[in-house]
């Protein structure tokens, strides 16, 4: 399969600013990619070199074969983009600013006028868009990054504002899009709620990329332990803890719980362990988005 | 193409929303209707002017207003939109950045000829109405002057453009703005009044004033409606300038396009390479 987006070596500086620096991969069709990284960490200026609104300094960028920065307008056609606090102009309607920018994407006026309905804004779609709250703005944003079924899909922290049901719609409309063999990429704080959705995630830390693979990669990169919670049968937490304690690292977390850190290596063997201990309930909880994130900074920062 | 009458179009379809189009055109009628109707009030009579004075009016009204206009429309289309985001996602689009300068070009050219040519419209015919004699010639001389009443905007439009393309805040764009405007309107011709009078005619020859007025749009605009026809030039006062000046309307009208021109491929050249 051919790459949709191709970063080589990317490097871009403001000045003294090294924004991004020395960045490469290659993202292919029917992906989600997160792109991971705290305020500064040139998430949204690779967005732009992406976009091709700001040229690299050095390296290359290849976005459905072309280069964005070039003026070469026909990939655009193609290629979605929801921006970071997306706004617009307050005098005109929902309905006219879709109407329009479907126009000058050379795309149909009555399908894009069919997403308003899609992010829900159907019965907005009349009244001015000063009259928004910002939920709604960010759907707007987003029926008009999904004007022509883009095949590449960047979106800049696109949950923010939304309430936790759109949120959910907004995953769905995503996974549509992923499903027909788009290409999304999304930049987010919110790491909880990517990591099982995103099939792949992107570090970035001070414009370098730290990490790049999918979440399983990561953890197993990481070598982060996993968390094994063991709820005791009643009256047995003591000895529970007891037993454990002397097999890995363990904590009782209350009365009847009790937390075991353990390695990939040693997961299978431990859960074996504790079976034949009396038990009432186990729970395997893998290192979260939020613990690899926080690894692969600290990593950075060590090296 | 498409894209440009686009983003003209919607440029258009905002000033029509936000009352641009509405305010600009009533005051414009309202102060030409004034100046029609009760332009020799001061002296104590109230009557209708003939046509030739009527341009005169008109004239001194438009240098004054229409680059002020010109400059509010413009100065922050580019800075305003980079600074409230919406660039950012046009820029996004399969549209060049020439593209949306131009866009905004025609757009804001046809809310300006538009208020223009009805407002002065409206006084002309009001004067008609009144049974007021108009000959061709002044005739002709009063769609000139509306013309190049759209075209004095054009230059303050694309002018407005390059002063937004240069800086980073809005804020910074308007102050720039009214500078540009209180230069070329205001203090300009006062410093050049102060020079020739210094002079008393030794050094600065025709040639060299031609050169000087040229290098104000204003001044070619009022050169080429207050000294083009005889029948206005008896009244505009400033006649006596006009003696010395061996230049043609064509001319005037070349150097006022190289005045829309000029700033617009700057702005466009700058806008191009800037980046977000």
Not at chain 2, 166 to 176: F, K, M, N, Q, S
Not at chain 2, 254 to 266: E, G, K, T
Request: glycine share 8%; with cysteine; proline share 4%.
């Amino acid at each position: 399969m051919t790459a949709t987006i191709e970063v080589t070596n990317l490097a871009k500086r403001y000045g003294p600013v090294e924004a991004v620096r020395d960045v490469s991969f290659a993202l292919e069709p029917g992906e989600i990619v997160a792109l991971v990284g705290h305020n500064g960490a040139g998430k949204t200026t690779l967005l732009k070199l992406l976009l091709g609104l700001v040229r690299p300094t050095a390296g290359s960028v290849r976005v459905l074969g072309d280069d964005p920065a070039a003026g070469e307008f026909e990939a655009r056609r193609r290629l979605g983009f929801l921006p970071e606090n997306v706004s617009f102009n307050p005098a005109l309607t929902g309905r006219e600013l879709l109407s329009f920018y479907a126009r000058l994407k050379g795309q149909s006026v009555p399908d894009a006028l069919e997403l308003l309905d899609k992010v829900g804004l159907g019965l907005a779609s009349s009244r001015r868009l000063g009259t928004y709250s910002k939920g709604m703005r960010q759907r707007l944003g987003l029926a008009q990054a999904l004007i022509g079924e883009p095949r590449v899909l960047l979106l800049d922290e696109p949950t923010s504002g939304l309430d936790p049901a759109l949120r959910l719609d907004f995953y769905d409309i995503m996974e549509v899009r992923r499903a027909s063999g788009a290409t999304v990429i999304l930049s987010s704080h919110a790491l909880a709620e990517l990591g099982d959705r995103a099939g792949r995630i992107i570090i970035l830390n001070q414009g370098r990329m730290v990490a790049n693979g999918t979440i399983d990669e990561l953890r197993h990169l990481a070598r982060l332990p996993a968390k094994i919670r063991c709820r005791s049968t009643e009256g047995n937490a003591n000895i529970l803890s007891h037993k454990l304690s002397a097999a890995a690292a363990c904590r009782r977390v209350n009365g009847h719980t009790v937390e075991i850190d353990v390695l990939p290596e040693r997961k299978l063997e431990i859960l074996q362990l504790v079976t034949d201990l009396p038990v009432s309930d186990i729970d395997v909880i893998p290192p979260s988005l939020d613990e690899l994130y926080a690894h692969f900074l600290r990593a950075e920062a060590a090296s | 193409m498409r894209n440009v009458l686009l983003i003209a179009g919607k440029e258009i379809q905002e000033s029509l929303r936000n009352r641009w189009v509405l305010a600009t055109t009533l005051l414009l009628a309202a102060l030409a209707l004034t100046l029609t109707l009760l332009g020799s009030a001061p002296t104590g009579s109230v009557a209708v002017q003939p046509l030739g004075v009527v341009i005169v009016s008109l004239v001194s009204l438009s240098v004054l207003l229409l680059p002020l206009i010109a400059l509010l429309l413009s100065h922050d289309s580019i800075v305003g939109e980079i600074e409230r985001g919406t660039m950012l996602l046009l820029l996004s689009y399969p549209v060049g950045r020439s593209q949306v300068l131009l866009g905004k070009f025609v757009g804001h050219i046809a809310v300006l000829g538009f208020a223009t040519i009805l407002g002065y419209g409206i006084a002309a015919l009001v004067l008609g109405t009144t049974g007021t004699e108009i000959d061709s010639d002044s005739l002709l001389a009063f769609l000139t002057m509306v013309m190049s009443s759209v075209l004095l905007g054009a230059v303050f439009v694309a002018i407005g453009y390059l002063i937004s393309s240069l800086v980073r805040e809005r804020a910074t764009a308007a102050g720039i703005a009214i500078g540009v405007w209180l230069a070329f309107v205001v203090l300009y011709d006062m410093g050049l009044l102060g020079l020739l009078v210094i002079d008393q005619g030794h050094n600065i020859s025709a040639a060299t004033l031609n050169l000087l007025l040229l290098a104000n749009p204003t001044d070619v605009y009022r050169m080429l409606n207050l000294a083009g026809t005889s029948g206005v030039s008896t009244f505009a006062g400033v006649a006596a300038l006009s003696n010395a000046m061996t230049l043609g309307a064509v001319t005037l009208l070349a150097v006022l396009m190289l005045w829309v021109l000029l700033p617009l491929l700057l702005a466009a050249h700058i806008f191009t390479r800037r980046e977000l």
